[in-house]
């Protein structure tokens, strides 16, 4: 049998020491803070269960179970909450000496998450889902993704959303709800249609009871453009209730 190859060996090298984080300059790109239920990591870390105080990677793919919650804090201060029954991709992370990021990417890729900037400058920030691209202007937003479609409510700062054809909108703060449907465009359901869907697919807006202290926000400007939905709507605008967010 012939010598293994260089590649080979270095995997097999790889697979035997990553998850100290420290092999070939493997550090960690941030670490979990809290993790409620079942949360699984898998990267350049290794596959692993991931726990509080469990490194992240850049390449890192998490995904929580139905009542999984992960709340991790990245090395500029970047914190990202990964909801329940969601899949969310670290894609790029890359640091400068001062531990600030020259560019943060991540794949929002199914499910529930809040993203709060950290101290890294406004342009390095780029969060996709399967129909909308976010570039957030030092921001708290919380964000809904699904390959029917993608939302998203700005609770502090602002952004750009941009769709798959590259129509893009400014996003404005004060919890006004943006949609990207699979079909393109972004929308800006209002009334009734807004407060179904604010309830069904944000959950940290509704309640952040299981959120650590530094990974909550500000949410009265949700409650603010609810306000005028306090009432019961009118029978005909009952509607068919929206299925919780999946």
């Known amino acids: 049998m012939g010598m293994p190859s260089f590649r ?22 941030g670490s979990a803070v809290s993790v409620d239920r079942l949360t699984n990591a898998s990267g350049p870390g290794g596959a692993r269960v991931l726990e509080s105080s469990g490194p992240v990677f850049m390449g890192d ?33 890359v640091f400068n000496p001062d531990n600030t990021a020259r560019q943060v990417t991540v794949d929002a890729v199914k499910g529930v998450f809040r993203f709060i900037s950290g101290n890294s400058p406004n342009e390095a ?8 691209t976010i570039g957030i202007r030092g921001t708290t937003l919380d964000v809904h993704a699904h ?4 939302r998203v409510v700005f609770l502090e700062g602002s952004g750009e959303g941009c769709d798959a ?11 006004r709800l ?7 465009g972004i929308e800006t ?22 959120l650590e202290p530094e990974f909550r926000a500000n949410t009265a400007s949700c409650e603010v453009a609810d306000r005028r939905l306090t009432d019961d709507p009118p029978e005909s605008d009952q509607g068919t209730a929206i299925p919780p967010y999946q």
């Open 165 to 175: 054809n590259n129509f893009c909108i400014d996003l404005q703060s004060g919890c």
């Open 8 to 29: 080979s060996y270095v995997l097999s090298l790889l697979a035997s020491t990553c998850l100290t984080g420290h092999a070939f300059g493997l550090d960690p790109s």
């Open 61 to 93: 793919e998490i995904v929580t179970d139905p009542n999984g919650l992960a709340q991790i804090r990245f090395i500029d201060d970047t914190k990202i909450v990964v909801g329940p029954n969601s899949r969310l991709v670290v894609d790029t992370f």
């Open 178 to 184: 943006y949609l990207a449907p699979f079909t393109g």
């Open 125 to 132: 920030y780029s969060i996709r889902t399967p129909t909308m």
């Open 147 to 150: 390959g029917a479609g993608s």
């Open 189 to 210: 359901p209002e009334g009734l249609d807004r407060r179904l869907q604010m309830s069904a697919y944000f959950p940290f807006v509704e309640s952040q009871f299981n």
